[in-house]
């Protein structure tokens, strides 16, 4: 019987701390406007960001952790600015990397890329890497690489301007270890 009565004291104590918030407490310019998602938490990193749109190579790169980068290199030469999404993350047990930058959503993009490169810094081998045309199709062996020796997913001479993701997953430099 106290086992109940406990349980009902735990309840009350949660209802009790529910907070109610009324529609004259939420501010007008509530949820910001122009403010992108990130979020950052150990061995994990994501943000949204614009691509920039107009002749010649643009690129974009974030950090994780000091040690790995994902680094994404392409050229939109016109359209309108899209947002995209860049994910990085560090496995449990610390022996991968993976980033993924991908156009968030199912929304359907009239931008078509000349080219695309995305490249891995501060890793030791990639294992994976895939580029996606549609959301879940991925490209033809002829429009995209995965080069092994320049840690790198990149479009080929036969690209066809339709890019919706980008995915890797590498192994991370360790230090040497005397036996």
């Given at each position: 019987?106290?086992?109940?009565?406990?349980?009902?004291?735990?309840?009350?104590?949660?209802?009790?701390?529910?907070?109610?918030?009324?529609?004259?407490?939420?501010?007008?310019?509530?949820?910001?406007?122009?403010?992108?998602?990130?979020?950052?938490?150990?061995?994990?990193?994501?943000?949204?960001?614009?691509?920039?749109?107009?002749?010649?190579?643009?690129?974009?790169?974030?950090?994780?952790?000091?040690?790995?980068?994902?680094?994404?290199?392409?050229?939109?030469?016109?359209?309108?600015?899209?947002?995209?999404?860049?994910?990085?993350s560090q496995s449990p047990?610390?022996?991968?990397?993976?980033?993924?930058?991908?156009?968030?959503?199912?929304?359907?993009?009239?931008?078509?890329?000349?080219?695309?490169?995305?490249?891995?810094?501060?890793?030791?081998?990639?294992?994976?890497?895939?580029?996606?045309?549609?959301?879940?199709?991925?490209?033809?062996e002829e429009e995209y690489?995965?080069?092994?020796?320049?840690?790198?997913?990149?479009?080929?001479?036969?690209?066809?301007?339709?890019?919706?993701?980008?995915?890797?997953?590498?192994?991370?430099?360790?230090?040497?270890?005397?036996?």
């Open positions: 019987m106290a086992s109940v009565g406990k349980m009902l004291f735990v309840f009350l104590c949660l209802v009790s701390s529910i907070v109610f918030v009324t529609p004259d407490d939420i501010p007008e310019d509530w949820p910001p406007k122009d403010e992108k998602f990130k979020y950052e938490a150990e061995g994990l990193y994501s943000e949204d960001f614009d691509l920039e749109i107009g002749k010649g190579l643009k690129t974009f790169e974030r950090n994780l952790d000091d040690v790995f980068t994902c680094r994404l290199s392409y050229e939109i030469p016109k359209g309108e600015t899209e947002e995209w999404r860049v994910t990085m047990d610390l022996t991968a990397y993976s980033c993924i930058i991908e156009r968030p959503g199912p929304t359907k993009s009239d931008l078509n890329f000349k080219q695309f490169k995305m490249s891995l810094i501060g890793v030791n081998e990639i294992n994976y890497g895939e580029a996606y045309g549609a959301p879940s199709v991925p490209l033809p690489k995965l080069d092994k020796d320049k840690m790198e997913v990149l479009s080929l001479d036969g690209f066809k301007g339709h890019l919706s993701r980008l995915l890797a997953v590498a192994r991370p430099h360790h230090a040497h270890e005397e036996l």
